[in-house]
């Protein structure tokens, strides 16, 4: 059986997913139908609002946002409010990109246990639609925005259904998946209560808004093939909550959620409320139902659903005490998956609320002995977008002024700046100012034995093993070398895990070095750190890199910074005054894993990535040359990473 957190996880990823795509679908249709219908016999946008479930204070903000008020109770909230919120907006948990961002979170931490095309797939369409969330300003723009969102998730969801083991993983993605969408199939019903209902009011346009009901839950063919030409009053709603064949409709979602959960251990408690709701769906009186009647049952389908989910979570998602996340809400669109709580040991000190903004500042002076004619420099200094951070927004000063400056990306994917000053000066000063959010990494997961990880990296045909290979043949500052296999060699013992192997290495490093700023230099052979056992951040960077070459994984250099001033109660790391260096290890089947010797930890929340490369000299932040004097200079190197505040995770 999955570990707790594991099955919960995944069980979330299944209902965001499911999510993303049907309030996707339901807002494109919505907006299809006012194209449909004329002016003034639209229903407004604020059915949209009832559907994502936005509380009274969500509805007074928008509210507010409008112009004076158009009818009894405030103004009437226009398209544009109500697109963004339901879409966009970061506050709303419920909207469509806070879903992807929640389903790629929990994809995230569940790598483990679900393909790795499908972890590629949501970040790809995360980055994609935040990158482009703009677009839904204007309706061109939003639809192809929401065409994409609902093309990817049907992608990811026939990738989950090829490729992915039956077993309790794929159980519980399926499981929330079908929860969700019975859900929100009631959500829309309650809705368009009016059009769905036997005995619902009808006009001269009854036809448009019947249409757009079935299309919001992709069931309009599906029903024209189902149901005779002249379908009878109650033939909607008979066939979105009684039909067993279509997927999307209520009962069949609680038919397929009984039989997975019958695959389950202790599944009594789960099937006896699966039991009640479909119970409640079968006997309910279709033919004849009134829209109040037809919201009524609706709200004991949800309450029906919410117990489900209860008897989930006692049943398979409890954490133990000592780790156990806050009580779940009732069942409905406005859920969040609780935080996962790490363990202290595994070096994430995530706040609970999942993110950290940090401005990082990086100014670097050099004092010239002579006048300098001219200078030309490269700066590894953007930090880099990764699954765990985004740079917000970044600047370059340079003083005197650069007479040319230009940017690219080099072959590992680092920012890289070019510039040149000229023109006679004695300084020169370079300030680096970046905001990056950093979101909580995940702990590694339970790692094959470390023979296993160099044979899979040799034949694993993959794009992230591809890339991988480069970072284990020797490099500038890292050469091959017999004493290197002889010191990582103790970890290394026959069948450990390779993870465990590698944080050992780590260990014994810090244990075994002194850290003493000035001992070396960039250009000190790393067999003189090895022999003398002493060093900074580089070097312990290098050593482990070149110990786990030589054991024939893959390793790289990072680059970056560590946050400056340490929480209450803890000592301040080493390395926090200056950027900071440590290594990513590759691991078949998870990624890459970085690991920070220096201070014997892996790398949490409490780092910024700038770049990575084979060794230092890839990725240093500032290099460069001089013509015309300047033959002896002074450096002065200032970091300040300073915590702006912690944000929810979307």
Not at 175 to 195: H, M, P, Y
Not at 224 to 234: E, F, T
Not at 385 to 410: F, G, I, K, L
Not at 532 to 545: K, N, T
Request: aromatic share 8%; with cysteine; charged share 20%.
């Amino acid at each position: 059986m999955l570990l707790s957190r594991v099955a919960q996880e995944v069980y979330w990823a299944g209902r965001y997913l499911e999510r993303v795509e049907d309030m996707s679908r339901i807002v494109q249709v919505h907006g299809e139908t006012h194209v449909d219908l004329p002016v003034g016999a639209d229903v407004g946008w604020s059915p949209l609002l009832e559907v994502c479930g936005a509380d009274q204070s969500s509805v007074e903000r928008l509210r507010r946002q409008e112009a004076a008020p158009t009818a009894p109770g405030g103004p009437r909230i226009g398209e544009a409010a109500v697109v963004g919120f339901v879409v966009t907006d970061r506050d709303n948990p419920s909207s469509i990109l806070s879903s992807l961002a929640a389903a790629r979170d929990n994809f995230r931490v569940a790598r483990p246990v679900v393909p790795r095309e499908v972890w590629e797939l949501i970040n790809e369409l995360w980055l994609s639609l935040s990158a482009d969330a703009h677009q839904i300003g204007t309706r061109e723009g939003r639809v192809g925005w929401l065409k994409r969102a609902i093309d990817e998730c049907v992608r990811m969801n026939g990738v989950l259904a090829s490729t992915m083991r039956r077993d309790e993983a794929m159980a519980f993605i399926s499981i929330g998946q079908q929860i969700e969408r019975a859900d929100i199939t009631g959500r829309i019903l309650t809705v368009r209560a009016d059009s769905a209902a036997a005995t619902g009011g009808r006009d001269r346009y009854d036809e448009v808004h019947w249409m757009a009901l079935l299309r919001s839950v992709a069931a309009y063919q599906p029903f024209r093939r189902a149901m005779p030409a002249r379908p009878d009053n109650g033939a909607t709603l008979r066939f979105l909550l009684q039909d067993d064949a279509f997927p999307r409709a209520v009962s069949s979602c609680l038919s397929e959620l009984r039989a997975t959960v019958k695959r389950l251990p202790d599944n009594e408690e789960v099937l006896a409320a699966c039991a009640d709701a479909s119970v409640l769906v079968a006997d309910a009186p279709v033919d004849r139902l009134t829209p109040p009647e037809l919201q009524s049952l609706v709200a004991d389908l949800q309450s029906a659903l919410g117990a489900i989910h209860e008897r989930l979570d006692a049943t398979y998602f409890r954490f133990p005490t000592a780790m156990a996340p806050e009580s779940s809400s009732p069942v409905g669109l406005s859920l969040r998956s609780p935080a996962v709580a790490y363990d202290a040991d595994l070096g994430s000190s995530s706040d609970s609320d999942g993110q950290r903004v940090y401005r990082v500042s990086h100014r670097t002076t050099y004092e010239y002995g002579g006048p300098v004619e001219q200078s030309y420099n490269e700066a590894h200094l953007r930090p880099r977008a990764t699954n765990y951070q985004r740079c917000t927004s970044h600047s370059m000063d340079v003083e005197p002024e650069t007479t040319s400056r230009s940017e690219y990306v080099d072959a590992f994917g680092n920012a890289v700046a070019i510039f040149v000053v000229a023109g006679g000066f004695d300084r020169l000063s370079v300030t680096a100012t970046s905001v990056v959010t950093v979101t909580a990494v995940p702990p590694p997961p339970p790692s094959p034995p470390w023979e296993s990880a160099q044979w899979l990296l040799d034949i694993d045909r993959q794009a992230g093993a591809r890339e991988a290979r480069q970072y284990r043949a020797p490099s500038r500052l890292v050469p091959a070398s017999p004493l290197l296999y002889e010191y990582a060699e103790p970890s290394f013992a026959a069948g450990n895990p390779v993870v465990d192997a590698v944080v050992d290495l780590s260990a014994r490093i810090h244990r075994d070095f002194v850290y003493e700023p000035g001992f070396t230099s960039v250009t000190t052979p790393l067999l003189d750190v090895l022999e003398h056992r002493r060093g900074v951040c580089q070097d312990f960077a290098h050593l482990a890199i070149g110990c786990l070459r030589s054991m024939g994984l893959a390793a790289r250099y990072v680059s970056g910074y560590i946050e400056t001033v340490p929480p209450e109660g803890q000592q301040k790391l080493l390395g926090a005054d200056a950027s900071h260096a440590w290594f990513s290890v590759y691991v078949p089947g998870w990624g890459w894993i970085d690991v920070d010797p220096t201070n014997d930890q892996l790398v949490s929340d409490s780092y910024v990535t700038t770049a990575w490369g084979r060794d230092y000299w890839d990725v240093s932040p500032l290099r460069g040359s001089v013509e015309g004097g300047g033959l002896s200079h002074t450096l002065d190197v200032a970091v300040d990473v300073t915590r702006l505040t912690s944000v929810a995770a979307p």
